[in-house]
């Protein structure tokens, strides 16, 4: 299993950018995926997560409303619109991968395939 997140940048607050995870060796909609991030300094802390089948979705407080967490089955990416971004949304941003929906979806440890991450900028 293989995945590569990309789409990170320098973005002023308030401004949107969408990151995307690639996968290999899996199927995205056969399978849970997330996105954490680590800031500078910090731990890394759980972003957003959509379950297999039913795509269900779940956010961390701090993002909910702002971000969204969609998967293509035809490109086999999984995507997170980052929108009204803050200077404290800056951190390396990353993408994981689980076979089955865990209720500790916003643990780190539970996520078994990591992607390398992607620096996300937000300016003030």
């Known amino acids: 299993v293989q995945l590569q997140a990309s789409g990170g940048g320098l973005v002023q607050a308030g401004g949107s950018l969408r990151l995307s995870c690639a996968a290999s060796?899996?199927?995205?909609?056969?399978?849970?995926a997330s996105w954490f991030r680590q800031a500078p300094g910090k731990e890394r802390e759980f972003v957003a997560a959509?379950?297999?089948?039913?795509?269900?979705?779940r956010y961390s407080d701090s993002v909910k409303g702002r971000f969204t967490i969609s998967r293509d089955k035809a490109k086999n990416t999984l995507y997170l619109q980052m929108n009204s971004l803050k200077p404290e949304d800056t951190a390396v941003y990353y993408c994981?991968?689980?076979?089955?929906?865990?209720?500790?979806?916003?643990?780190?440890?539970?996520?078994?395939?990591w992607g390398k991450g992607t620096l996300v900028t937000v300016s003030s």
């Open positions: 060796g899996l199927t995205f909609s056969s399978s849970s």
């Open positions: 994981a991968v689980r076979n089955y929906w865990t209720v500790q979806y916003y643990d780190s440890q539970h996520w078994n395939y």
């Open positions: 959509i379950r297999e089948g039913n795509s269900a979705t």
